[in-house]
């Protein structure tokens, strides 16, 4: 892709009241002096880098954090001086959202609202450092709806420890009865380094082989209310699939602005390291922040596109991943009917999607040694 061909656009809102345990984002707490001078920043980032994308930028995500923490006067300027996309999706945690700042994201374009209930228990909640409790959930999807938003997706977690199945398959009934376009289905991870590894990782691995039926109790439910199980951990409504979401999982350029953020095009992936003084610094001299660079060999992108594209319904082009692939796995997979063919693509099987990531590591002719699950 030449310069000035990227149509995806990630955005970094690291703020949010508390950390929550299980969290391993680049996130502030608080800070909220200093958000004024974080979204000058992105800004100015922005503007360095505003050549990449397209004239029609096709999504805009504004990811965190808690973007919706961030004080209203500066995120409202952030949204409006964003570029205009088909797309404009903002997260926000239940207890930001108030009839004022759903107002303000309708009028700032936002076109999508991503809401963090996570679960609709109490003692989960707590179990999770959630504040939100389901009665701010309730109110902040109504707020939404009040503003005229009919795009809304709902994220849960799954796995939480003291989780009973009866207590999943109210979370799934509470979320069905709002009536989201879109529902986002994590299994609650242990993620290195943070507080929630050491104080339930243990509990965490007891549960593990729960897990599988815990993600079928998921996918049966939604799918039976009429959602498509349209990726690993995600279901939408007929033509609601997330747009800025599906543009990763089909390997397609990204430019990210904010500490942390990603970014890949034309081979080349960078991160923006997470120090906000350096970030904020560097751009207010006029330079690029300070970044991580690593080429992708064609190998590897090659690989990437197999593992992520496996992850969704729609079948895969072979001959876009036949490189990456070991044909006697395949073969065998195949007859074991976790894999299968549809004209001239490949996807992974009812059976097969549940066990998912083992299935595409076993194709692959060659692990890589980064494997973007």
């Not at 209203?72 to 903002?90: D, H, M």
């Not at 609650?188 to 729960?210: D, I, M, N, V, Y």
């Not at 991160?271 to 970030?279: G, K, V």
């Not at 990437?304 to 729609?314: A, C, Y």
């Amino acid at each position: 892709m030449s310069a000035g061909g990227v149509r995806h656009l990630y955005v970094h809102l690291p703020f949010c009241a508390s950390r929550c345990g299980y969290c391993d984002f680049v996130t502030l707490v608080g800070r909220q002096g200093e958000h004024r001078r974080y979204v000058d920043a992105v800004l100015a980032e922005l503007e360095l880098e505003r050549g990449r994308l397209t004239d029609e930028v096709e999504t805009v995500f504004v990811g965190g954090g808690t973007p919706t923490f961030t004080e209203p006067a500066e995120l409202r300027r952030l949204l409006e001086a964003l570029p205009a996309a088909q797309e404009v999706t903002v997260e926000a945690n239940p207890e930001t959202v108030t009839p004022e700042l759903a107002g303000l994201l309708r009028d700032a374009g936002v076109t999508r609202v991503s809401l963090g209930a996570q679960s609709f228990e109490p003692r989960l909640l707590d179990v999770l450092d959630r504040r939100a409790q389901p009665e701010d959930v309730r109110r902040a999807f109504y707020h939404l709806r009040d503003a005229s938003f009919d795009n809304i997706s709902l994220d849960l977690i799954y796995g939480i420890p003291g989780q009973e199945p009866s207590d999943l398959e109210r979370d799934l009934d509470e979320a069905l009865a709002l009536g989201p376009e879109h529902l986002s289905c994590y299994e609650l991870e242990a993620k290195p380094g943070t507080r929630f590894t050491h104080a339930h990782g243990e509990e965490l691995a007891r549960q593990a082989e729960s897990m599988e039926g815990y993600f079928e109790l998921v996918v049966d439910t939604l799918t039976e209310a009429g959602y498509r199980w349209y990726e690993t951990a995600n279901f939408c409504r007929e033509g609601r699939r997330a747009r800025h979401n599906l543009a990763y999982w089909l390997a397609r350029d990204y430019l990210g602005l904010g500490i942390g953020a990603v970014s890949t095009i034309r081979g080349l992936r960078w991160r923006n390291l997470p120090a906000l003084p350096r970030y904020v610094s560097a751009l207010a001299d006029g330079l690029a922040p300070p970044r991580e660079l690593e080429p992708l060999a064609a190998s590897t992108q090659t690989q990437e596109r197999l593992m992520l594209g496996l992850r969704l319904d729609d079948p895969l082009p072979f001959v876009q991943v036949e490189s990456a692939l070991d044909l006697e796995a395949l073969a065998r997979l195949e007859r074991l009917g976790l894999v299968e063919r549809q004209g001239d693509g490949l996807l992974l099987t009812r059976r097969g999607r549940f066990l998912g990531g083992g299935v595409t590591v076993e194709l692959l002719a060659e692990i890589p040694a980064n494997n973007y699950n």
